[in-house]
């Protein structure tokens, strides 16, 4: 598609539920990322594919996060056993390397009540 | 952990005003880029400047580069009230093969008609 595209816009989950966030990069690209971002804050990173690997996840916060990209497009990032805390939006990135900018997703707002 | 640290956190001025936003991170980089953010959803790339390069334009934008001060600023001229948004600076570290960004808190530009 034209851009990357994030769903469902808005989530909102019981305490200790689990969810899936989906993220449609934009054709092509390899790289892909998730962020964290809580209100006033900037983007904390989380995951880093290239392909369909995790070439970095040193940013997921504990084992209860988890993201796949099983064909080198769609990522699915899940969260199991919900906690308040994990209330942020949840921004997902495309892009050809490091040497350009990346394309950003409108982002799940994830709230866990 | 954030990297950048942005000044200042918020900008109030009148259209047709210049606005400069600075930026300062603690490690050595690849490249430094600027976002938006309006209504704390999808980040919009703006410009990318590379750790070889000083100065770069884009439109009503300018980005210095500063490597031996660890700083970068963002100058948009002639604003207007559609600027009004969130401005995140975002570092590739020198050594990060993945190319993932590190983001400052960011500066909230108002821009009051």
């Known amino acids: 598609g034209a851009g990357v595209s994030q769903t469902p816009s808005n989530k909102v989950t019981e305490k200790g539920k689990y969810v899936e966030l989906r993220c449609d990069p934009i054709?092509?690209?390899?790289?892909l990322y998730w962020y964290r971002q809580s209100l006033g804050q900037g983007p904390e990173f989380l995951i880093y594919?290239?392909?369909?690997?995790?070439?970095?996840d040193s940013g997921l916060p504990n084992d209860r996060f988890f993201a796949v990209r099983p064909e080198g497009s769609v990522s699915t990032l899940k969260i199991q056993r919900t906690e308040r805390g994990d209330s942020a939006v949840y921004l997902c990135?495309?892009?050809?390397?490091?040497?350009?900018?990346?394309?950003f997703g409108s982002g799940t707002r994830l709230t866990v009540v | 952990s954030q990297q950048g640290e942005e000044d200042p956190q918020a900008l109030s001025i009148q259209e047709g005003e210049n606005a400069t936003m600075n930026c300062s991170y603690k490690?050595?980089?690849?490249?430094l880029q600027w976002y938006r953010q309006n209504s704390g959803r999808g980040l919009v790339h703006l410009i990318l400047?590379?750790?070889?390069?000083r100065e770069k334009h884009s439109g009503r934008l300018r980005v210095t580069l500063d490597t031996s001060k660890k700083s970068s600023s963002l100058l948009i001229t002639a604003s207007r009230a559609a600027d009004t948004a969130s401005y995140f600076c975002?570092?590739?570290?020198?050594?990060?093969?993945?190319?993932?960004?590190?983001f400052g808190q960011g500066t909230e530009l108002s821009v009051k008609p």
């Open positions: 054709s092509g690209h390899t790289a």
């Open positions: 594919f290239q392909g369909t690997g995790a070439a970095d």
């Open positions: 975002a570092t590739v570290q020198l050594y990060n093969q993945g190319g993932k960004l590190i």
């Open positions: 400047i590379r750790s070889n390069e």
């Open positions: 490690t050595s980089i690849n490249n």
């Open positions: 990135a495309s892009g050809r390397d490091r040497f350009y900018g990346y394309t």
